[in-house]
C-alpha cells in the first residue's frame, strides 16, 4: 500500500498557522513512509472562498518549505483538485444515497429549524435535527421538487446504539448515535457541505490516512456512516491536539497573530518557522532542539505525538529563530535574507512614492521608514487615546475596524478607507477626529506617511496585528463588553 494523506484547507481567509501545522506532520507522516502528499481546496462555501484566499495559503505554504505531489497548482491523477471542480461527482453519490434510503431530502425552511431549535432549548435538549422529514413518501418529494420547493439532502442516522472509531493516537471512540446529527449533505444550492466531499474526494483520491485536528472528531461517526453506505474501507483516523493560546485557550487571532504571512512579513525565518511547528506536540527522538524538515522526516513516528494541547508561544518562537539567524545560517546568507526582506529594490520601489514628497536627504528616509521596519510599534496607552476622543470611544473603534478589516478579502487604499469611514458612521464620528488614533496604533509615531498608505505597505496581517497590539495595549475588551459590540457590530453590518 502506498500511503497517501492529504491537506484540504478552506480558502476563506488568511492562511492559519494550525493550517500549516496540519499541513506538515500530513507530509512529514506520507514521507517517512515514502508515500505522497496530496493538497485539495475545499472551496465549497461560495459565498466566502476567494480565489485571494487560496493563492495566500499556497503562498504560505510554499514559503515554510512545504510542497505536495498533487493540488490544484500541480495537476495530478485524481484531479480536478478544487471541490467546485467537482460539483457532478458529488451531486451522483448523494443521490446514490438517496437511492438507497442512506439520505433523504428535507424541505425545513429555516424559519421551521430555528422554531425546532428553541423548541429544543427550552426542554433543555440539545439541538439536532428531529427527523421529520426522513419518511417523506417519494412521490410528495417528487411533486415538491417539481413545484420548486427548494431542499437539502440529510444523512440518515441510527436511532440506537452507538459509533466506534479507531482514532490511531487515542484508540477507540464511542460516539452514541443519539447525539449525531442528520448532517446536510447537499445543500440546496446544489453544493456539497464538508462532509460529503470530504469522504467522496478521500476515497477516490485513495487517501489511506486521515490526519487532522481534533475539532474534527465528532464528525468521525458521520463519516464512518458515508463509508459504510457506500461500501468503503474507511481511512487510518489521527487526530491530532490543538494548538493552543500560552493560557491554554485554543489558538485565534485575538491573542496571538494565527497568519503565517504576518510572520513572513515581520521577518521570521521559513526553517524557524516550521522547525517551531514541528515542535508542536513531537520532537525529535534526541530532543534536538533545532532541526530541517529533511531531518524531521528522517525520525518521524507519529505514534509519539503527545496528546496535550502543544503551546503556540510567541517568545519560544522568537528564540528558536535567533538560533536560526545565528547557527543556522551562513553569514552571507543571512545578510541575503535580510536585504531581501526589508532592504531590497521592491520594498523601496513600493515606499518611494511616499517618501519623495517628504525628504530632502537619504539620510531624512529612516524615520518615515521606521514603521514599516519595526516589528512592534513603541507606542503608550496615553498615546493612543491623547487626542479628545474618551478611551471607551477609542477602544470601541478598534476593535471594530479590526473585525471590519477581517472581512475585506481584497485589500487597498480604498478598502481600507471604506473600513475606516464605516467605523466613523457608527462612532458618529467624523474622520479627521479619529484617524490620529489610526496613525499612532499603525506607526506608533508622530511622524511617518500617511495611515492609509501605511497600511497598503504594512499589508493586511501585518495592519491587523497592530490594531489587536494597540487594543491590547488599551486594556482589550472585557468579555461582557465584547457581546455587546458583537450585538451592535452586526447590526450595523446586516443594516449597511
Not at 480558502?11 to 496540519?22: C, E, R
Not at 425545513?108 to 426522513?134: F, H, N, V, W
Not at 507606542?379 to 474618551?390: K, N, P, V
Request: aromatic fraction near 10%; proline fraction near 5%.
Amino acid at each position: 500500500m502506498t500511503v497517501r494523506t492529504r491537506i484540504a484547507p478552506s480558502p476563506t481567509g488568511d492562511p492559519h498557522v494550525g493550517t500549516a501545522y496540519i499541513a506538515l506532520f500530513n507530509l512529514a507522516f506520507a514521507k517517512a513512509h515514502q508515500g505522497q502528499f496530496i493538497l485539495r481546496i475545499e472551496d465549497t462555501d461560495r459565498e466566502r472562498s476567494t480565489s485571494q484566499s487560496e493563492d495566500s495559503i499556497l503562498d504560505a505554504l510554499r514559503w515554510l518549505g512545504l510542497s505536495w505531489d498533487e493540488g490544484p497548482d500541480v495537476g495530478g491523477p485524481f484531479g480536478p483538485y478544487r471541490q467546485s471542480e467537482r460539483g457532478s461527482i458529488y451531486a451522483d453519490h448523494a443521490n446514490q444515497l438517496v437511492d438507497a434510503g442512506h439520505a433523504f431530502h428535507c424541505f425545513c425552511t429555516p424559519d421551521i429549524l430555528d422554531g425546532m431549535r428553541a423548541e429544543q432549548a427550552a426542554a433543555g435538549l440539545s439541538p439536532k435535527y428531529d427527523g421529520r422529514c426522513q419518511h417523506l413518501d417519494p412521490q410528495e418529494v417528487a411533486q415538491r421538487s417539481a413545484a420548486g420547493d427548494r431542499s437539502v439532502i440529510r444523512l440518515m442516522v441510527p436511532a440506537d446504539g452507538e459509533s466506534v472509531i479507531v482514532d490511531r493516537l487515542r484508540g477507540e471512540i464511542r460516539i452514541p448515535w443519539s447525539q449525531v446529527d442528520m448532517q446536510v449533505l447537499m445543500k440546496s444550492d446544489g453544493m456539497p457541505t464538508y462532509h460529503l466531499a470530504n469522504v467522496v474526494d478521500d476515497h477516490l483520491m485513495a487517501i489511506t490516512h486521515v490526519i487532522r485536528g481534533e475539532e474534527w472528531i465528532p464528525s468521525a461517526p458521520k463519516h464512518q456512516l458515508l463509508y459504510r453506505y457506500f461500501g468503503w474501507d474507511m481511512p487510518e483516523l489521527c487526530h491530532l491536539p490543538l494548538l493552543r493560546n500560552p493560557d491554554q485557550s485554543k489558538l485565534s487571532k485575538r491573542k496571538n497573530p494565527t497568519s503565517v504571512l504576518f510572520y513572513r512579513d515581520q521577518g521570521y525565518l521559513p526553517e524557524a518557522m516550521l522547525n517551531y511547528l514541528g515542535r508542536m506536540g513531537w520532537s525529535m527522538p534526541d530532543e534536538q532542539e533545532r532541526f530541517t524538515l529533511d531531518e524531521m522526516i528522517a525520525s518521524f513516528e507519529i505514534d509519539r505525538v503527545s496528546l496535550g494541547g502543544p503551546i503556540f508561544d510567541i517568545e519560544k518562537l522568537n528564540w528558536l529563530n535567533g538560533e536560526w539567524l545565528r547557527h543556522g545560517l551562513s553569514e552571507q546568507e543571512a545578510l541575503r535574507r535580510l536585504m531581501a526582506w526589508g532592504f531590497g529594490q521592491s520594498f523601496f520601489e513600493s515606499a518611494w512614492p511616499h517618501l519623495k514628497t517628504r525628504i530632502a536627504t537619504f539620510g531624512d528616509a529612516e524615520q518615515w521608514l521606521r514603521p514599516l521596519w519595526v516589528g512592534e510599534p513603541d507606542y503608550d496607552a496615553i498615546a493612543l487615546h491623547s487626542h479628545g476622543l474618551e478611551p471607551d470611544v477609542v477602544v470601541e473603534g478598534l476593535q471594530y475596524l479590526v473585525w471590519r478589516l477581517d472581512s475585506e478579502r481584497q485589500w487597498s487604499r480604498e478598502s481600507v478607507m471604506d473600513a475606516v469611514q464605516f467605523v466613523c458612521q457608527q462612532l458618529q464620528l467624523k474622520m479627521k477626529e479619529w484617524m490620529p488614533v489610526m496613525f499612532i496604533a499603525l506607526s506608533g509615531s508622530t511622524q511617518a506617511i500617511s495611515a492609509f498608505d501605511l497600511a497598503v505597505l504594512l499589508g493586511p496581517d501585518r495592519t491587523r496585528a497592530r490594531l489587536r497590539l494597540a487594543l491590547e495595549r488599551l486594556g482589550g475588551v472585557s468579555k461582557k463588553a465584547q457581546k455587546r459590540l458583537e450585538k451592535s457590530y452586526q447590526a450595523a453590518c446586516s443594516a449597511q
